[in-house]
T-cell receptor, first 113, second 116 residues
Framework: LAKTTQPISMDSYEGQEVNITCSHNNIATNDYITWYQQFPSQGPRFIIQGYKTKVTNEVASLFIPADRKSSTLSLPRVSLSDTAVYYCLVGVLDRGSARQLTFGSGTQLTVLP | GAVVSQHPSRVICKSGTSVKIECRSLDFQATTMFWYRQFPKQSLMLMATSNEGSKATYEQGVEKDKFLINHASLTLSTLTVTSAHPEDSSFYIC????????????FGPGTRLTVT
């Protein structure tokens, strides 16, 4: 299983860009990198997914270096409503495989006014 | 698209009783569904993987006779907590994958179980 390491918590202010880095040193060739956001008492919500280089969507960007041993989630101009726990997952969903996706400890992002 | 629902959202039951939680994929067919448990201020822990028409695969340490999983159709998986005890009180979350090899799972809103 590809384990992930993230900072336990981060604080930011409204309007700032926030970068959360995740380490995954033993990522496998077929593994994808996925980030989720979770609010209290809700299920995780998909943010972004990537395999290599850079991926951007309407809410975030994901930067993955060539060695793929880490990834950085970038949230532009955060607001108070972005306060949540952010999880980085590495792996692949495959019915025939024993590999499972394991949630790490996540990063509690607190956006301050 | 890709909406997953859970029912009930909250349930309180007495110790020794059984509780069934439903997980439905509303607008897609899910070949694989996952069940997670999350204790307060902790991360999600995978309990089992459920494939339509076959037996669920349980993670190490999860009692298959206590947490019964049925994935009878491509849109419905159920988790039954049998003979519930207060230590089973937790937030149970399901997720669904669209197809084999799909790298994205869609999560339900979760079910808060409280055993008194």
């Amino acid at each position: 299983l590809a384990k992930t390491t993230q900072p336990i918590s981060m604080d930011s202010y409204e309007g700032q860009e926030v970068n959360i880095t995740c380490s995954h040193n033993n990522i496998a060739t077929n593994d994808y990198i996925t980030w989720y956001q979770q609010f209290p008492s809700q299920g995780p919500r998909f943010i972004i997914q990537g395999y290599k280089t850079k991926v951007t969507n309407e809410v975030a960007s994901l930067f993955i270096p060539a060695d793929r041993k880490s990834s950085t989630l970038s949230l532009p101009r955060v607001s108070l409503s972005d306060t949540a726990v952010y999880y980085c997952l590495v792996g692949v969903l495959d019915r025939g495989s024993a590999r499972q996706l394991t949630f790490g400890s996540g990063t509690q992002l607190t956006v301050l006014p | 698209g890709a909406v997953v629902s859970q029912h009930p959202s909250r349930v309180i039951c007495k110790s020794g009783t059984s509780v069934k939680i439903e997980c439905r994929s509303l607008d897609f067919q899910a070949t694989t569904m996952f069940w997670y448990r999350q204790f307060p201020k902790q991360s999600l822990m995978l309990m089992a993987t459920s494939n339509e028409g076959s037996k669920a695969t349980y993670e190490q340490g999860v009692e298959k006779d206590k947490f019964l999983i049925n994935h009878a159709s491509l849109t419905l998986s159920t988790l039954t907590v049998t003979s519930a005890h207060p230590e089973d009180s937790s937030f149970y979350i399901c997720s669904a994958a669209l197809r084999q090899g799909d790298y994205e799972q869609y999560f339900g809103p979760g079910t808060r179980l409280t055993v008194t």
